[in-house]
C-alpha cells in the first residue's frame, strides 16, 4: 500500500560528498516536493516541481538541487554536503488544484534522516 | 509574506481534558487551510481539512478570517491522540508549515 517510497531510509555521508535522495510515487501525481524537517522549525519547502522537467525553488533551495526526468521519480541532490544538511528529509507528492477527490492533499514519504559528519 | 505561526511548540493535556492547539496565518486571498499529524513512527498525513467542514478522530477546526486563525481543537483528549501536529495553509500549489506542536496526552 505503499504510495512515495523514499530509497534510503538512513544515509551517514561526510561533508564535501555527493549525496542523492530518491523519491517515487505510484499515483500519477503531477506535483512533487521536498522538504526538510527539523525539531523547532517545522517542515520547510526545499524545491517542488508541477511537472517533468519542470522545478521551482522553495524556500530553503540553497545547496540543493532536483531532477525530475519521469512523473513518477523526483531526485533531490546535495552536490556538496555539509553538516548544517543533517536534517530528516521528507518527499510528498499531490494531484492538483481543480481536481476533486484529494486534491491538494500530499501524500508522504517515510523520510530520509541524512546525517553529514 | 505568507507566514503561519503556532505559538505552542509542547503541549501537554489530562486524559479526557479538552485539547486546543492554535494556528495563525498571514496570507493574502484565501488559502486552503490542512491541519497535518504525525504519529510516532509514522508518516506525516493529513488530519483535516478546512473546505471538508468535517470531524476526523474528533478533531474540527474552524476558520476564523477575522482573526486570520484555524486552531484544531476536540473535546477530550484520548491518549493516542499524542503526536506531533503541523498547520499549513495553501495559497497555490504550495504547501507552507508551521514550526509544529507537539501534544502530549498525560493518562
Known amino acids: 500500500d505503499v504510495k512515495v517510497t523514499q530509497s534510503s531510509r538512513y544515509l551517514v555521508k561526510r561533508t564535501g560528498e555527493k549525496v542523492f535522495l530518491e523519491c517515487v510515487q505510484d499515483?500519477?501525481?503531477?506535483?512533487m516536493f521536498w522538504y526538510r524537517q527539523d525539531p523547532g522549525l517545522g517542515l520547510r519547502l526545499i524545491y517542488f516541481?508541477?511537472?517533468?522537467?519542470?522545478?521551482e525553488k522553495g524556500d530553503i533551495p540553497e545547496g540543493y538541487s532536483v531532477s525530475r526526468e519521469k512523473k513518477e521519480r523526483f531526485s533531490l541532490i546535495l552536490e556538496s554536503a555539509s553538516t548544517n544538511q543533517t536534517s530528516m528529509y521528507l518527499c510528498?507528492?499531490?494531484?492538483?488544484?481543480?481536481?476533486?477527490?484529494?486534491?491538494?492533499?500530499?501524500?508522504f514519504g517515510a523520510g530520509s534522516r541524512l546525517t553529514v559528519l | 509574506a505568507q507566514r503561519v505561526t503556532q505559538p505552542e511548540k509542547l503541549l501537554s493535556v489530562f486524559k479526557g481534558a479538552p485539547v486546543e492547539l492554535k494556528c495563525n496565518y498571514s496570507?493574502?486571498?484565501?488559502?486552503?487551510l490542512f491541519w497535518y499529524v504525525q504519529y510516532s513512527r509514522q508518516r506525516l498525513q493529513l488530519l483535516l481539512r478546512?473546505?471538508s467542514r468535517e470531524s476526523i478522530k474528533g478533531f474540527t477546526a474552524d476558520l476564523n478570517k477575522g482573526e486570520t486563525s484555524f486552531h484544531l481543537k476536540k473535546p477530550f483528549a484520548q491518549e493516542e491522540d499524542s503526536a506531533m501536529y503541523y498547520c499549513?495553509?495553501?495559497?497555490?500549489?504550495?504547501?507552507?508549515f508551521g514550526t509544529g506542536t507537539r501534544l502530549t496526552i498525560i493518562p
Open positions: 510528498a507528492s499531490s494531484s492538483p488544484r481543480g481536481r476533486p477527490l484529494g486534491a491538494n492533499v500530499l501524500t
Open positions: 499515483m500519477d501525481h503531477e506535483n
Open positions: 516541481s508541477y511537472d517533468v522537467k519542470m522545478k
Open positions: 496570507y493574502s486571498g484565501s488559502p486552503e
Open positions: 478546512h473546505i
Open positions: 499549513a495553509p495553501r495559497g497555490n500549489e504550495k504547501l507552507t
